[in-house]
């Protein structure tokens, strides 16, 4: 699976966008980014993945870079209750691919 | 439509004796995986099954750990002889059968069974 490279920590604002990156310059054609989120001891949650287009959930938006070395994960309105452990992962596409974490990034809500 | 269930959420034993816990997955859901989380240290992988078979255990300790995922109920992770550096907490998650067609593998995750070793 490709490495991926996330800042430690970042910071927002109730109520304001928040944009986490994630690079993954040796990502391969036939892997996909995944986002999970980790609150607090929590079992981790799944958010969104994609392949090479734009994702939307309910949850978050995904920008991947059409040279798919990078990404964007965006949750549109921060609440305090979205402060977690965020996961930037590249996993094969084929079933029962494992899921390397990282130390991904630790996002805290500020009221 | 429960999700990934985990019991028991609390475990506690002494050096030397067996833990097992136990992973239902989420209805329709075929494949299971063990991931283990140390205290202050990410979540490593463990294992991977499908129903009555062992498809990577890779990230399985060599000695005192085992898994199985029998055609009838939960998926169990055991194991044996406990020592302090077995104390974390577990997670299981599950996933639908892939289809080359569909989106990828996304998994979903249990709330965990906390080890606790004396």
């Known amino acids: 699976d490709a490495k991926t490279t996330q800042p430690t920590s970042m910071d927002c604002a109730e109520g304001r966008a928040a944009n986490l990156p994630c690079n993954h310059s040796?990502?391969?054609?036939?892997?996909?980014v995944y986002w999970y989120r980790q609150i607090h001891s929590q079992g981790p949650q799944y958010i969104i993945h994609g392949l090479k287009n734009n994702e939307t959930n309910e949850m978050a938006s995904l920008i991947i870079t059409e040279d798919r070395k990078s990404s964007t994960l965006i949750l549109p309105h921060a609440t305090l209750r979205d402060t977690a452990v965020y996961y930037c992962?590249?996993?094969?596409?084929?079933?029962?691919?494992?899921?390397?974490f990282g130390e991904g990034t630790q996002l805290t809500v500020n009221p | 439509n429960a999700g990934v269930m985990q019991n028991p959420r609390h475990l506690v034993r002494r050096r030397g004796q067996e833990a097992r816990l136990r992973c239902s997955p989420m209805k329709g859901h075929s494949h299971v995986y063990w991931y283990r989380q140390l205290p202050e240290e990410g979540l490593k992988f463990m294992v991977y099954?499908?129903?009555?078979?062992?498809?990577?255990e890779s990230g399985m300790p060599k000695e005192r750990f085992s898994a199985e995922f029998p055609k009838e109920g939960p998926s169990i992770l055991r194991i044996q002889q406990v020592v302090r550096g077995d104390s974390a907490a577990y997670f299981c998650?599950?996933?639908?059968?892939?289809?080359?067609?569909?989106?990828?593998?996304?998994?979903?995750f249990g709330p965990g069974t906390r080890l606790t070793v004396l």
């Open positions: 992962i590249v996993s094969g596409v084929t079933s029962g691919s494992r899921l390397t």
């Open positions: 040796t990502i391969s054609g036939n892997e996909y």
């Open positions: 998650a599950s996933s639908p059968r892939w289809e080359v067609s569909r989106t990828g593998n996304e998994q979903f």
């Open positions: 099954l499908q129903k009555e078979n062992i498809i990577d």
